[in-house]
């Protein structure tokens, strides 16, 4: 019976560290443009992800820093940036959508994200990069988020539709015309 009470020592010290540090909330994974942030668990209305983590630059740093290409950049007020290039920072992982499950705020000069509704383990964590990140770097038209890419495959189906109501409507009026 000794085993028995050995592998009760061996599991005890993995469920306190367990509890003492909570499971992080996601994982880096494959998404339809490239990378992005995925729940690994359920995650609750208003809870706190990550942190939008990365070091403070001046306004002056950000836009040569923006010159540069670099799209991580997080203005909290007109005196700090946050860069949020360095890998470390894995909610940069985190993709832009139309229609997100989360958002950013900023609290003690410090970035946030946080769920805006419950989120399913496996849903892709997603945030509204904002109105100058859509019309200025990816071009409103050619934004792929889910909804985005819903909203032309409808167009799309409309639109073959529509051709293919005209055709028809041809070859009824040659018919007539026979
Ligand atoms: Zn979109």
Redesign the pocket.
């Known amino acids: 019976m000794t085993g028995g009470v050995s592998s009760a020592i061996r599991i005890a010290p993995a469920r306190i560290i367990q509890s003492e540090m909570p499971r992080r909330s996601f994982r880096i994974g494959r998404s339809f443009t490239g990378l992005g942030l995925f729940a690994v668990r359920a995650i609750k209305k208003h809870e706190k992800i990550a942190e939008y983590k990365g070091p403070r630059v001046t306004p002056e740093e950000a836009l040569r820093l923006e010159h540069r290409g670099n799209r991580y950049l997080y203005e909290i007020n007109p005196r700090v940036t946050i860069d949020g290039s360095p890998r470390g920072n894995i909610a940069r992982y985190a993709n832009?959508?139309?229609?997100p499950n989360t958002e950013t705020y900023s609290y003690g000069g410090r970035v946030y994200i946080r769920a805006l509704r419950r989120i399913k383990p496996d849903e892709e964590i997603t945030y509204d990069y904002g109105n100058d990140y859509?019309k200025y770097i990816i071009g409103r038209s050619r934004?792929?988020?889910?909804?985005?890419?819903r909203r032309r495959a409808r167009k799309r189906r409309e639109a073959r539709a529509a051709k293919r109501r005209r055709a028809m409507r041809l070859t009824r009026i040659r018919r007539r015309k026979r």
């Open positions: 832009h959508s139309c229609n859509l934004c792929q988020c889910k909804r985005c890419r």
